[in-house]
């Protein structure tokens, strides 16, 4: 009687499964994340110099162009002061996100074991690291250089302009998933940025707006960042109006931050 030896078995190749997404932020994904950021932009020096001195620039040359109506400037200063940082910080994040994207760089972020609230978060982190330096450049050169006439605080009108500043660097991070190239990242700001600027009570007062566009205007947070500034500039003391409006400022970044995160894309092509 003869056996048979058993024949071996043979082990296929599996395909690797990919590790697991993860769902949580992660504070040292996401300070790696922004360290990164911060180190490339440090050696872009023309990036750095729109971010910090524009704004700065903008106002002195605001101010001199009503030296002879300083009341004027006083007006529309503290208001100025919250817009020129939202609009910087929303052009330089869009193009720097999708200068990331269009390059490879994000999408081989996202293959590593980085979530997209990680990379959102750290891209916030580092761009709102700037915003706080500029925020506080353009404040302190307002009060006490060009001689902004504030009634309350300045601590309070750079409280403003900081989340302003934050809420163009959520509004870029957010329209940059939707652009192409560069050029369309551009594009989007008459139509995200402009309309605010129309309406946000710079001009005129809101409620002398025809009734459809004061509507419109009550749900565009540049509204209440104008709003909050013009509350220091009037009462010695923080008013529930101005927390109200710090507060709907506020949300607004971290809701488009939200939506930036559930619309960024793993794959870019």
Not at 219 to 225: I, K, R
Request: glycine share 6%; with cysteine; proline share 6%.
């Amino acid at each position: 009687m003869t056996t048979t030896a058993p024949t071996p078995k043979t082990h296929r190749p599996t395909e690797a499964t990919p590790p697991p997404r993860p769902r949580a932020l992660n504070y040292s994904r996401t300070t790696a994340t922004a360290a990164r950021v911060l180190r490339q932009l440090g050696h872009d020096p023309r990036t750095i110099a729109l971010l910090l001195l524009i704004p700065c620039v903008m106002l002195f040359l605001l101010r001199y162009v009503f030296d002879g109506s300083p009341r004027v400037f006083d007006s529309i200063g503290a208001s100025l002061l919250g817009i020129f940082p939202l609009i910087t910080m929303f052009l330089v994040t869009s193009i720097a996100t999708l200068r990331e994207r269009t390059s490879g760089t994000l999408e081989r972020l996202l293959a590593m074991p980085l979530g997209k609230g990680d990379l959102i978060a750290g891209y916030a982190l580092a761009f709102g690291t700037l915003a706080i330096i500029q925020s506080a450049l353009a404040t302190g050169l307002a009060v006490w250089f060009l001689d902004l006439d504030v009634t309350g605080s300045p601590w309070l009108l750079l409280l403003v302009a900081l989340l302003d500043a934050l809420l163009g660097t959520a509004l870029g991070l957010f329209v940059s998933a939707f652009a192409s190239s560069e050029f369309q990242a551009v594009q989007f700001m008459p139509a995200v940025i402009f309309p605010q600027l129309l309406l946000c009570g710079l001009f005129t007062a809101r409620a002398d707006m025809h009734p459809a566009l004061e509507a419109i205007s009550d749900v565009l947070p540049m509204s209440y960042a104008v709003d909050g500034m013009n509350e220091v500039l009037l009462h010695t003391d923080m008013t529930t109006t101005f927390i109200r409006d710090v507060a709907i400022v506020a949300g607004c970044a971290l809701l488009v931050l939200t939506l930036g995160a559930a619309t960024l894309k793993r794959r870019t092509r």
